[in-house]
């Protein structure tokens, strides 16, 4: 699946195009989401889950990067280990990805802030460890 280049667009149509595209890809993300549960369920590994999902959105034709490290400025400096995105989604979208019992708000708190630091406009926190996997997807929007 191609996905339309924004740098060949300007002004209000790109951004306007941009946040379409967001949200088609956020749209594979969530269904990609479905089928690595729908397929091996709840209650292994966050790494099985990472692997699976990372190799279903690659079959997607999507650009994905794992464990992508992102430095921090504090007080005008690059700390180099400052956190690390578990999945980057087009140099775009990311996805934090768990398998806990319950997401807890310091789990939403974590997705906001690299969506700040990192300034990328969407985020998904997903819970492979639910029953119903429309439970465990959490999307937050910085500046879409």
């Known amino acids: 699946m191609g996905y339309l280049r924004l740098s ?3 002004g209000k149509k790109k951004a ?3 946040r379409e595209n967001l949200e088609e890809i956020g749209k594979q993300i969530v269904d990609a989401a479905y089928q690595v549960h729908k397929e091996l369920g709840p209650g292994l590994l966050e790494s099985a889950y990472e692997r699976c999902l990372i190799l279903e959105l690659l079959e997607r034709g999507l650009k994905v990067e ?8 504090y007080k005008g400096k690059l700390i180099e280990e400052g956190y690390r995105l ?3 989604v087009e140099n775009e979208i990311i996805i934090e990805l768990k ?3 319950i997401i807890l708000p310091v789990h939403i708190a974590q997705l906001i ?3 700040k ?12 460890n639910v029953e119903l996997i429309k439970n465990g997807i959490h999307r937050k929007v910085n500046k879409l």
Request: proline fraction near 3%.
């Open 99 to 101: 398998a806990v019992e």
């Open 113 to 115: 802030s690299y969506l």
């Open 8 to 10: 060949d667009l300007s």
């Open 86 to 88: 578990d999945i980057l």
């Open 66 to 73: 794992r464990q992508v490290k992102l430095p921090v400025k």
């Open 16 to 18: 306007e195009m941009e």
């Open 117 to 128: 630091l990192s300034d990328k406009r969407l985020g998904y926190v997903i819970n492979f």
